[in-house]
C-alpha cells in the first residue's frame, strides 16, 4: 500500500514537519481528512469506530473514567487500546487523547490535586506555576493521555460567574505572568522559535489547549456561556492579551468558548477565530470546539445541526467535539463539503494544523504511554509541591481584633482545640470541582490530606484536638477549656452553570456556623471557596483571624504550614472582595471602587 512505501516523506522522523504535514495530507481521502476533524468521547468510542470513521481524537468528560477508582495503569491500557485501533488504520495517524486536567490530572484516582486557578492566582509565582504544569505534564502522560484542556486564561469580572475558580485573576497583567502553565505542560520553546507555532519539548510533555477564546470571564453578570459586552478595544485590552503570552509559548490548541461578544457567538464567529486568532495573531495550531457546543449555536438545542457545523467550520473550528453524535457530523460535513458550502480548502487548513500539532507532539513516534511514568503520580516530589502551592495561595484578611494583638500563628502546643464546620475534613469539598467527576463530589474521593489531618499532623503530642461536623450546643455553651477553635466553612463542589450565583452566600449555614463559635471561643475561620463569598458582619467582627484557603486541593499540609507559623501568610487577593452582591461587577479599575478587600490585599503574620 502507497503509505507503507519507504518513500512516504510523513513517516521520516528526520523530515521537515511542514515537509511531513504536506506529504500526509496529499494521501488522505475526504474521509480521512474529516475524521481527524472529529473528537467523540471515550464512552462510544471503541476500536471499529476508529477504524470505520479514522477518528482523529478522543477525550473523556469529567467522571468518564474506564471504571471508578481506575488507577492510572489502567487508564493507559485504556488509551493504548485506543491508540493501537488508530495506527493499523491505511495510513496510521495516531489519535490524540484529551483530557481535563486543569488542576493536576484531576479525573484520576491517586493524582496529585492542586489548587484550583484561583489560589494559583494569589500565589503572583511564575515559576510555582510552571513547576505545576510539569509535574501535571508527568501524571497525564503516565495515564496515557497527549492533551490537557489547559489553562483557562479567562480575566474573572464578576465572581457571579460559575467558572471563576477557573480564572486567575480579574487583573490581565496577572493572568498573563500566571500562563506560564503552557511552558510548564509543553516545556519551553527556544528563543528562536517562531511566535504562534506550536511546540512540545518531548516526551514527558503534553499538548496544552488555551482557553475559552475568547472572554468567557466578561459575561453580563457573570453568566456562563453568556454574552460579553465591550467594545473591541477592552476585549483586546482585558481578554485577549493573555493569549500573546500563551502564543509566545508555542501553545498548540486554543479552544473557541461557549460565550458571546456582543451576541456573536464565539464558535460561529469567522472575525476572531480566523481573521484574530489566526491570521492577525499567526496562531499556527488547531481550534478546538467546547463539549457539544455546535449544538448550542441554534435553538432549541441542537437543531439545525447542519447549519451549525457549516457556520463553526467555516469561521475556523478545525477539530469538533462532538461527543457523542459522531455518525451525524461526519455525515453532515461530507455532504457540506460535497456540495461547496464548505470549501475543501477549509478542510485541507484545519486537518494540516492538526497534523501539524500530532508531529510536534511526537505522536507519530511514540504513540504509546512510557510506563517508567507510572511511578511519578502522587509521588511525593509532587504532593510536596502541591503542599508549597496550598501555603503560598493562603489569603490572610484578618489577624487579631486589634493590630496590637495578632492571633496567628496558632501555638501548636495548646492543651486543647476545637475543630469544626462542614469543610475541616471533607477532601472533595477541599478540591471542588474538576476532581474526579465533572461537578466534584464530598468526602474521601482520592488519596489527600484534608485540614483536619494537617491539623492532627502539626499539633503537639500533648494537644487534644476536638473534631466536630457541626459544633454541638453542649460545646458550644460550656466552650469546653478551649484555647482555640479552627472553623472550616465554604462552597459546595460545582462546575460552570451549576455554579452560577446571584448571592453568593456561604451555602450551609456557613456564616451562622463561624459566628455561633466565634461568640464563644476565639476562632480562626478558613473559607474554601472558588472566589470571594459575602462575609456577614459577625462573621467579619468576631472571628480573631480569617483566611482565604480558595480551593486547595489534596494536599491539605499547606494550610497547617501557615497557620502554625512554619512559613508566614504570602497570597495576595487576585480579586477584589466584594461587601455586598448589590456592588457586582467589582473591579479595581472602577471609578466607583470600594471593596471589603481591594485587589493585591493580604496580610502576613510578621509586619500584619
Known amino acids: 500500500m502507497e503509505a507503507k512505501e519507504e518513500s512516504c516523506v510523513y513517516k521520516n522522523r528526520d523530515a521537515p514537519v511542514e515537509a511531513r504535514v504536506r506529504d500526509l495530507l496529499s494521501r488522505m481521502t475526504l474521509p480521512e481528512k474529516i475524521g481527524q476533524m472529529t473528537q467523540i ?109 489547559a489553562p483557562c486564561v479567562a480575566a474573572l469580572r464578576d465572581p457571579r460567574w460559575g ?8 487583573d490581565t497583567n496577572i493572568i498573563c505572568e500566571m500562563s506560564s502553565l503552557v511552558s510548564g505542560l509543553q516545556g519551553e520553546p527556544p528563543k528562536e522559535h517562531p511566535n504562534g507555532y506550536p511546540f512540545l519539548a518531548g516526551r514527558n510533555n503534553v499538548v496544552a489547549c488555551a482557553k475559552h477564546f475568547v472572554g468567557d470571564g466578561g459575561t453580563d453578570k457573570g453568566v456562563n456561556e453568556g454574552n460579553t459586552i465591550v467594545s473591541y478595544e ?66 432549541p438545542f441542537g437543531s439545525n445541526y447542519r447549519n451549525c457545523v457549516k457556520i463553526s467550520v467555516n469561521a475556523g473550528v478545525d477539530m469538533v467535539m462532538v461527543p457523542f453524535k459522531y455518525e451525524q457530523f461526519i455525515k453532515d460535513l461530507t455532504d457540506l463539503v460535497e456540495t461547496g458550502e464548505v ?45 508549597e502551592a496550598v501555603r503560598k495561595s493562603l489569603v490572610l484578611l484578618k489577624n487579631g481584633k486589634n493590630s496590637e494583638k495578632p492571633f496567628l500563628p496558632l501555638d501548636r502546643n495548646a492543651k486543647r482545640i476545637l475543630v469544626t464546620g462542614t469543610h475541616a475534613d471533607d477532601l ?13 463530589l464530598s468526602g474521601r474521593i482520592t488519596i489527600g490530606t484534608t485540614l483536619l489531618d494537617a491539623i492532627k499532623a502539626a499539633v503537639g503530642d500533648n494537644t487534644e484536638v476536638v473534631y466536630e461536623k457541626t459544633p454541638s450546643e453542649e460545646t458550644l455553651a460550656s466552650g469546653q477549656g478551649f484555647s482555640y477553635a479552627i ?70 499540609q499547606g494550610m497547617a504550614d501557615a497557620i502554625f507559623g512554619d512559613y508566614d501568610f504570602e497570597g495576595k487577593l487576585p480579586v477584589s472582595w466584594f461587601k455586598s452582591a448589590d456592588q457586582l461587577p467589582l473591579t479595581a479599575d472602577v471609578n466607583s471602587y470600594d471593596p471589603l478587600f481591594p485587589l493585591g490585599f493580604g496580610l502576613n503574620c510578621k509586619t500584619g
Open 41 to 149: 468521547e471515550r464512552v462510544v468510542t471503541t476500536h471499529a469506530v476508529i477504524t470505520d470513521f479514522f477518528i482523529g481524537s478522543v477525550l473523556n468528560g469529567g467522571g468518564s473514567w474506564p471504571f471508578e477508582d481506575a488507577k492510572t495503569s489502567d487508564w493507559a491500557d485504556m488509551i493504548d487500546g485506543y491508540q493501537n485501533a488508530a495506527l493499523v488504520t491505511r495510513l496510521g495517524i495516531p489519535i490524540i487523547y484529551g483530557i481535563d486536567a486543569v488542576h493536576g490530572n484531576n479525573n484520576v484516582y491517586e493524582a496529585t490535586i492542586f489548587p484550583h486557578n484561583i489560589g494559583l492566582g494569589a500565589t503572583r509565582d511564575t515559576d510555582l506555576i510552571r513547576r505545576i504544569g510539569a509535574a501535571t505534564a508527568l501524571e497525564v502522560r503516565a495515564s496515557g493521555a497527549h492533551w490537557a484542556f
Open 234 to 299: 477592552e476585549l483586546e485590552k482585558i481578554h485577549v492579551a493573555p493569549y500573546l503570552n500563551c502564543l509566545a509559548q508555542g501553545v498548540s490548541t486554543v479552544m473557541a468558548s461557549y460565550s458571546s461578544w456582543n451576541g456573536s457567538k464565539l464558535h460561529s464567529d469567522y472575525f476572531l477565530l480566523t481573521e484574530l486568532l489566526k491570521q492577525k495573531l499567526g496562531f499556527k495550531g488547531f481550534i478546538i470546539s467546547d463539549w457539544e457546543a455546535l449544538e448550542r449555536l441554534s435553538e
Open 487 to 556: 472553623v472550616a466553612v465554604g462552597e459546595t463542589p460545582y462546575a460552570e452553570t451549576m455554579g452560577d450565583s446571584l448571592e453568593l452566600k456561604i451555602p450551609l449555614n456557613g456564616n451562622d456556623i463561624v459566628t455561633a463559635v466565634a461568640e464563644k471561643i476565639p476562632t480562626l475561620a478558613i473559607l474554601f471557596s472558588g472566589r470571594p463569598m459575602v462575609l456577614e458582619p459577625p462573621v467579619l467582627e468576631k472571628t480573631e483571624a480569617l483566611v482565604a484557603a480558595w480551593l486547595p486541593g489534596s494536599e491539605g
Open 428 to 440: 472533595g469539598y477541599q478540591c471542588g470541582g474538576w476532581t474526579k467527576a465533572w461537578f466534584g
Open 343 to 387: 470549501p475543501m480548502s477549509r478542510i485541507d487548513d484545519a486537518v494540516e494544523r492538526i497534523l501539524r500539532v500530532k508531529f510536534v507532539a511526537g505522536l507519530f513516534e511514540h504513540p504509546l504511554t512510557d510506563r517508567s511514568l507510572l511511578s511519578t503520580v502522587g509521588c511525593k516530589k509532587h504532593r510536596e509541591l502541591g503542599r
Open 163 to 170: 467558572r471563576s475558580y477557573e480564572s486567575y485573576s480579574e
